[in-house]
T-cell receptor
């Protein structure tokens, strides 16, 4: 089974709204990374949060990590149509990052 | 190179034929990964190379799949006697050291889209 599982599987919002995606995992981790995948393209690294961090920001992205609940969330503020993509979390606890099935985000202009 | 380069970007092959997919990682990156992504699915780990160490092949789905990495750089994923269920995007990624565990960013190529007809 996959280590990271994103929720919801699909999210549809209007431009300007915030989008929140969650990731749950099962075993202890050293860090957690979020990636974006535009349709038909490779994955692009967005942000990494280490296990001793609780929150991290990068531009319009805000990531939180709760190791006690084994969960992370990705918040995209003031979404844009260009944010339409699939978002994956990847957990690092061994040297092979494992990915969930992703959240498909659609931002309507 | 500037990024991870994969070729071919698209490949249509007949069932039963062999295919080779190539990955050219970022120069200097010692860690190299192959993943497979079926339509609408997550990434399935296939194989991991780290420097001159023996590769971790634990994710290869069958003995029809093999991969090598020559000179610690370019990698080739070979699928023998392709089946329709092999149709997927094959993604290669590299990182400077041991990838996610050490906090190093993993960089992905654009993938090779394989269709077996």
């Amino acid at each position: 089974s996959q280590q990271g599982e994103e929720d919801p599987q699909a999210l549809s919002i209007q431009e300007g709204e915030n989008a929140t995606m969650n990731c749950s995992y099962k075993t202890s981790i050293n860090n957690l990374q979020w990636y974006r995948q535009n349709s038909g393209r490779g994955l692009v690294h967005l942000i990494l949060i280490r296990s001793n961090e609780r929150e991290k920001h990068s531009g319009r992205l805000r990531v939180t990590l709760d190791t006690s609940k084994k969960s992370s969330s990705l918040l995209i503020t003031a979404s844009r149509a260009a944010d339409t993509a699939s978002y994956f979390c990847a957990t690092g606890g061994s040297y092979i990052p494992t990915f969930g099935r992703g959240t498909s985000l659609i931002v309507h202009p | 190179g500037a990024g991870v380069s994969q070729s071919p970007s698209n490949k249509v092959t007949e069932k039963g034929k062999d295919v080779e997919l190539r990955c050219d990682p970022i120069s200097g990156h010692t860690a190299l990964y192959w993943y497979r992504q079926s339509l609408g699915q997550g990434l399935e780990f296939l194989i991991y190379f780290q420097g001159n160490s023996a590769p971790d092949k634990s994710g290869l789905p069958s003995d029809r799949f093999s991969a090598e990495r020559t000179g610690g750089s370019v990698s080739t994923l070979t699928i023998q006697r392709t089946q329709q269920e092999d149709s997927a995007v094959y993604l290669c990624a590299s990182s400077a050291r041991q990838g996610a565990d050490s906090g190093n960013t993993i960089y992905f190529g654009e993938g090779s889209w394989l269709t077996v007809v």
